[in-house]
């Protein structure tokens, strides 16, 4: 599988953004797909997760502001941020698998090139 991440680009805070993770290769729809963030410095991080059924999870730091969302017809995940901040400022990922517990770990061999978020104050 091959993902495409695109929608970042440079906001204000208190601003929105709409991200997106198309897939090539594999059906998305078989998957729980989960976008992550890596800020400079620091690790990359799970901030929200979908699985095949709809059930979504957040991060405690975007809980309220990111909602992650799937359409199958078009294999495609996306990541509505609101209320964005400074500290939102990373390059964001997405990735599947059908463990949760590998999307929890995040440890894949394979990423996309990411969609740069930058928020300034």
């Known amino acids: 599988v091959q993902f495409a991440e695109s929608g970042g680009g440079l906001v204000q805070a208190g601003g929105s953004l709409r991200l997106s993770c198309a897939a090539s290769?594999?059906?998305?729809?078989?998957?729980?797909v989960g976008w992550y963030r890596q800020a400079p410095g620091k690790q990359r991080e799970l901030v929200a997760s979908?699985?095949?059924?709809?059930?979504?999870d957040y991060a405690d730091s975007v809980k309220g502001r990111f909602t992650i969302s799937r359409d199958h017809a078009k294999n495609t995940v996306y990541l509505e941020m609101s209320s964005l901040k400074p500290g939102d400022t990373a390059v964001y990922y997405c990735?599947?698998?059908?463990?949760?517990?590998?999307?929890?770990?995040?440890?894949?061999?394979?990423w996309g090139q990411g969609t740069q978020v930058t928020v300034s104050s």
């Open positions: 990735n599947a698998d059908k463990s949760s517990l590998s999307i929890i770990i995040g440890s894949f061999d394979y």
């Open positions: 290769g594999s059906p998305l729809s078989d998957n729980i």
């Open positions: 979908v699985t095949v059924d709809g059930w979504t």
